[in-house]
């Protein structure tokens, strides 16, 4: 079990909180910008000194008031934004540089499917593929623990789908403990089992991400932002993600005018479904 009880200070911010997680389990951080949860990740990567506390892993002390664990000796794995993959050094050289292990990291570029590209520079591969060889490498010394920092967040929707289907993937076979820092409700929503929302350096809310983020009372209202292209007498014509609608044009619309932002809204319960 992990188990984070510190202290951190920086000019103006103050982060103190207390969270565990099991061994195995998939956890996010969720939470606005600036709320602490990179701090977090890096004080458990032991990239950087809490003022006070403690972090240990089990039996393993990371941090207390004696201890300081380097990053090194902790088995964590991470996986940020940018893939951080070194430029001179083919696909299969960086993985052996995280650990010379031949047959694991050929075990894990079979399991991205991207065996094929072991001889290649990361300058000739595509934004996805590149984030498939930096998880690969965050995984060749075998972590206990594994920190994913938005690491989706620059790719587009199709590529986020098929890299969180391989992170499910990797968490069945592997049984790491991950904790995941997003944004992204969608992405929490199909990874995580537990989130810890962070305001301000503080644990605000805990629980499942149904817990946290479903909307499940029919009276609530489902709301899409959209774009006025046009307004006449009768109708506004608005685009929402691509797609253009046109709506009835009411009185309390008057003050409109093209390009600003309106809220379309629909009873959840009106909500009709299909494929
Ligand atoms: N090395 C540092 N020196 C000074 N202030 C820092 C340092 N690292 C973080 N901070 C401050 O600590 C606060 C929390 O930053 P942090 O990066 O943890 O937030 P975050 O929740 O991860 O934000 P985001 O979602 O934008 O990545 C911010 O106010 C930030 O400016």
Redesign the pocket.
């Known amino acids: 079990m992990i188990h984070f009880h510190c202290q951190k200070s ?4 103050k ?1 103190d909180l207390e969270f565990k997680i099991n061994n195995g389990e998939f956890v996010a951080l969720y ?10 990740l ?1 004080l458990l990567a032991g990239f ?1 000194k809490p003022n006070s506390g403690v972090i240990s892993n089990g039996e393993q002390i990371y941090y207390n008031k004696n201890i300081f664990l380097p990053p090194q000796k902790r088995n964590i794995g991470y996986l940020f934004q940018d893939y951080a993959l070194f430029p001179n050094m083919t696909v299969m050289q960086n993985l052996l540089f995280a650990s010379n292990d031949l047959k694991f990291a050929t075990e894990l570029l079979e399991f991205i499917e991207l065996l094929e590209f072991k001889n290649a520079l990361p300058s000739t591969l595509s934004g996805g593929q590149k984030q498939r060889i930096a998880l690969a490498r965050a995984l060749m010394r075998r972590p206990k623990i594994l920190l994913l ?2 690491p989706l967040s620059a790719l587009d929707m199709s590529l986020r789908t098929k890299l969180q289907e391989y992170l499910i993937q990797i968490h069945k076979k592997y049984s790491m403990s991950i904790i995941l ?1 997003s ?1 992204d409700k969608h992405e929490i929503y199909r990874l995580a089992s537990r989130i810890y929302e ?1 305001n301000n ?1 503080k644990i605000v809310r805990s629980g499942s991400p149904k817990e946290l983020f479903l909307s499940s009372n029919l009276d609530d209202n489902i709301n899409l932002l959209a774009t006025i292209l046009e307004i006449n007498d009768n109708t506004i014509t608005c685009e929402h993600a691509n797609q253009i609608y046109q709506i009835n044009q009411t009185t309390q619309n008057r003050n409109l005018k093209v390009g600003d932002t309106i809220t379309l809204s629909a009873k959840i319960s009106n909500l009709k479904i299909s494929k």
Do not use: A, N, P, Q
């Open positions: 920086f000019d103006g911010f982060l939470g606005k910008s600036g709320s602490g949860k990179s701090t977090i890096r950087d920092d938005e820092v944004h962070i350096g």
